[in-house]
């Protein structure tokens, strides 16, 4: 969609001088703007906030959910039971519409609570020159032009070109992706820099992680990225899933064949003769029994069943119908940081006299084993002190395990593992002084003192050029310079951020930082690399997932290289090719056709925009791929809306993305959405389930209605019985197939193609087999019952217990849809066996109790009919278990 510039009088302001940034804002940088101009602006760019969405009320949002085939379905068969006088029935049914409708209502309002979350990213205050003086004003009230103070801690009120910035850094994740603080300085950068590159733009709702500085507003509300992030949420499509697509068309299907029939049966019903009210009380008769009223209540049931499982697993569904979402999932795509890495820097490689040094299982090991001591250990651990001494982190207790920067955390443990105490270092070498880092010089620099004399020592830790300009002398690089260089670049190669260490000796007169910056000729001490490392356990649930045929996609805001190294550790991509990757440029580069086959055969998308994301979510779609799609912060609210199944990272994820996903891990892991994705598809094989078993016996009840009418016959089952068979059976049997443990090898084999129906052909041909099972077997024994001398009353009882105990044998057969049944063991859903105990005693009472006797026309029955019951049971069950055989053999 097409984005506002930041604002108007100041395209692309990250590209300009400050003051020309200044100029075009009219605005004193001494002064700050006077009342009239706040004002006036105020009018024109409006409040600095979040406005609610439009679009339809509650009203609406909530009589559309009535307007759905499987909806129209139930309130038809609420309409039948209330013609017919079965007003508990027709409650039941209404209560069921109720719920799905609730259930679909808070499904729709999540955009409108993303935007809500969204809003409360922007802070509360801001200390802004006006008319001369610094105040503290409601950030609400800010203009574009308005100049704003920014300190370590504070949240960042609006976007901001920076003016000023003293050591300033500030964490950007939850816009970027960046698993770093960003430097900021008040230079200009290139115009088509890519947002996390805009090292002199500080933007709404971002967090100063350290030092100080100041900048002049140049984007408020909406005009400001995260403003734009939220236009973009409120745009994303609200996706119907998988399931509810199925259910829909599967609905539509059924709506017609129930109506034909109808129409049918009271047609020939009327030529034969037969009076028209008769006959149309049959078809009301056809169209219950034909009608799944248990389907919703069980769909709610069986994915709430799931979502039990899921949270277990620690994957929070926020949304039913994202459970079988998961199930149905042929891509993720994944955010690096914190879900396929571990979310904490880690010192791998270091470069220390003469030797490539590897971090391998909380140790530093050489790549030659004869440089393990000695001279070239010695060098290992002189970098690593002075990384630990030019360093403002510190280890502890707490649950991150430090305070400060994680880079400069990373190499405190990383001193550790080397054998050394970064406290005891510390103390040995008390600070005199310290220049944090500094963006414009790229390195940080302190002052000891010596442990053994008077002298002081001087360490600088920073980017490889600019510690290697202070190892020379006289302006000359040192001589090793050119294979530094190499080394930094190959470990760049590998993804890994590069920072170099150096020190020298002092005279006890040097006091100042700068003087002893000036004298150049330190001795380098060597290269630290580091990487946030892929999670142990997220390597093989990517390849769990590959084997499912679930393609992982990483999406970040990180450097191409940086993702590209770590997705080749995850396996992302084929056996022996080099990792597909493109950049957020690549895709905006990428003509609209050809952007689908970009994001199919690309493994790391890297730079990536808000909109980009949103585009990729989108392409991928087209394919006809379901997408996941997993995000932590407010730039990833728009794509997680737009994807067919979003996940927020319960630990790390802003409120805005939470709001916006289905899903929410709550440790933040990869391995976990595998899980879910195993979880889903069990869920899916229930629900298939419990359709072969359930769609049976309203297809037997359809026919049997039919085949009265069509033969002249009377009713076998009267239309309160059919609602009996129903009702009672859905509840406890139907129901008792969501406790069915997952199937073996359910990772093994591909996605459902979700443009597939819920049943296919071999399936359907199954369900047709034993609805006509049913009405052979009814319209059989209640002939039987009649010429064996018994009532009518006493002929609808047995044609009654014979759909319920068919189904009760029925229901062993569905428990696998392809394995034996008699293989499957009782213990692993004990559920079935206190199901089918259930509907006996139902039936029971159905057929002896005087109040239900009374009320369905039933009619107690003798020994003789239970045995010719309880065989066509076994008959239905043998016949049914032959056909899977049968199956499995074709």
């Known amino acids: 969609m097409p984005l506002s510039p930041p604002l108007p009088a100041v395209p692309a302001p990250h590209a300009l001088p400050a003051d020309a940034v200044l100029a075009a804002l009219d605005v004193d940088p001494g002064a700050g703007l006077d009342r009239d101009a706040v004002a006036a602006r105020r009018r024109r760019f409006g409040e600095n906030a979040l406005r609610a969405p439009g679009g339809p009320g509650p009203l609406r949002r909530l009589a559309g959910q009535f307007l759905q085939p499987l909806v129209l379905l139930l309130l038809a068969a609420a309409a039948a039971s209330f013609f017919l006088g079965h007003l508990l029935d027709g409650g039941v049914i209404c209560a069921v519409v109720a719920v799905n409708a609730a259930l679909g209502y808070a499904q729709e309002a999540k955009a409108v609570t993303a935007l809500a979350a969204l809003s409360r990213t922007m802070v509360a205050t ?19 032009g308005d100049i704003v103070r920014l300190r370590a801690g504070d949240r960042v009120p609006a976007d901001m070109r920076l003016l000023a910035a003293k050591s300033l850094r500030i ?38 992680a350290h030092g100080a500085g100041s900048g002049v507003v140049v984007a408020t509300g909406h005009d400001a990225e995260i403003g734009r992030i939220a236009d973009l949420t409120a745009g994303a499509d609200a996706l119907a899933t998988p399931l509810t697509r199925a259910i829909a068309r599967f609905s539509t299907v059924l709506l017609a064949a129930i109506l034909a029939l109808a129409g049918v ?16 009380m049959a078809a009301v008769a056809l169209a219950v029994g034909a009608i799944p009223e248990g389907l919703p209540a069980a769909v709610t049931v069986i994915l709430a069943i799931g979502v039990s499982r899921m949270a277990a697993r620690k994957a929070v569904i926020r949304h039913l119908p994202a459970v079988e979402t998961l199930g149905s999932t042929t891509v993720v795509c994944s955010d690096k ?6 979310n904490r820097m880690t010192a791998t490689e270091a470069l220390a006299g003469g030797a490539l040094w ?38 502890t207790d707490t649950a991150d395990g430090f305070a ?49 004399g008077p002298g002081r020592v001087l360490c600088v830790k920073g980017a490889t050029e600019a510690v290697l300009a202070l190892c020379g002398e006289n302006g ?50 060597g290269l630290a690399a580091l990487l946030d490392p892929p999670r142990p356990e997220a390597v093989p649930a990517v390849a769990a997932c590959r084997r499912a045929g679930v393609m992982v996609k990483m999406i970040t805001g990180d450097h191409k290289a940086t993702a590209a190294a770590i997705a080749a550790q995850l396996g992302l991509g084929e056996a022996g090719a080099p990792i597909a990757a493109a950049t957020g440029a690549d895709i905006d580069a990428a003509p609209e056709a050809d952007l689908p086959g970009l994001a199919a055969r690309t493994q790391v998308f890297a730079r990536v925009a808000p909109e980009q994301k949103l585009r990729l979510v989108r392409a991928l779609q087209s394919l006809g791929h379901v997408v996941a799609m997993t995000g932590d912060g407010v730039n990833d609210a728009p794509a997680l809306r737009q994807a067919d199944i979003g996940v927020a990272m319960g630990r790390g994820g802003t409120e805005a993305a939470k709001e916006a996903a289905d899903m929410v891990l709550t440790d933040d892991n990869f391995a976990t959405i595998a899980a879910a994705v195993e979880e889903g598809r069990g869920v899916f094989d229930n629900l298939v389930k419990f359709l072969v078993w359930t769609l049976p016996t309203n297809l037997g009840e359809g026919l049997v209605v039919l085949c009265a009418v069509l033969f002249g016959l009377p009713l076998p089952m009267s239309p309160g019985q059919i609602l009996w068979i129903n009702m009672t059976t859905a509840g406890s049997l139907g129901l008792m197939l969501a406790f069915e443990p997952r199937e073996p090898g359910i990772m093994e084999r591909p996605p459902r193609d979700p443009r597939r129906p819920i049943l296919g052909w071999a399936l359907a041909r199954r369900v047709t087999l034993m609805g006509l099972l049913l009405l052979a077997a009814s319209f059989g024994l209640y002939e039987w019952e009649l010429a064996a001398g018994g009532s009518e009353a006493q002929a609808r009882t047995v044609a009654v217990n ?47 109790a005087p109040p239900l006797r009374d009320v369905f026309g039933a009619a107690a029955i003798g020994a003789a009919s239970w045995l010719r019951v309880g065989g066509a049971a076994v008959a239905g069950f043998c016949v049914m278990e032959a056909e899977k055989a049968l199956y499995r053999r074709a």
Request: net charge negative; glycine share 8%.
């Open 404 to 452: 400060g920067d994680p880079t400069e955390a990373a190499l405190l443990a990383a001193a550790r593992a080397a054998g050394l105490d970064p406290e005891r270092v510390r103390a040995a070498h008390p600070r005199l002084a310290e220049e944090p880092f500094d963006a414009a010089r790229m390195c940080m620099s302190t002052l000891h003192a010596r442990p053994d």
């Open 171 to 208: 964490d950007e994740s939850a816009l970027t992706g960046e698993s770093v603080p960003a430097d900021k300085v008040a230079a200009p950068v290139a115009a088509d820099a890519p947002l996390a590159e805009r090292a002199c733009l500080a933007f709404a709702a971002t967090a100063v």
């Open 476 to 525: 000359r690089e040192p001589a090793f310079a050119a294979d530094v260089r190499r080394a930094a670049e190959a470990m760049a190669g590998r993804g890994l951020r590069v920072l170099a260490v150096a020190r020298r000796e002092l005279p006890p007169e040097v006091a100042a930082i700068e003087d002893a910056l000036r004298r150049g000729g330190l001795a380098f001490l």
């Open 802 to 848: 014979v759909f319920v105990a068919m189904g009760a044998a029925y229901l062993l057969s569905c428990r696998s849809l392809s394995r034996p049944a008699l293989s499957l063991p009782l213990s692993g859903n004990p559920y079935v066996l206190w199901g089918m105990a259930g509907a006996m005693l139902l039936q029971l009472a159905f057929t002896y």
């Open 358 to 395: 590897r971090l391998t299982d909380g140790a530093f090991a050489p790549d030659a084993p004869a440089s393990g001591d000695g001279p070239a250990r010695e060098a290992l651990e002189a970098l690593l002190a002075g990384a630990t001494l030019c360093n403002a982190a510190v280890l």
């Open 265 to 280: 049966c009271f047609a020939v019903g009327v030529w034969r003769g037969e009076p028209a009210q008769a006959m149309f």
């Open 126 to 144: 801001a200390e802004t020159l006006r008319e001369g003086a610094f105040t503290v004003i409601p950030a609400a009230e800010l203009v574009p």
């Open 337 to 342: 940081t914190g879900t396929l890495t571990v």
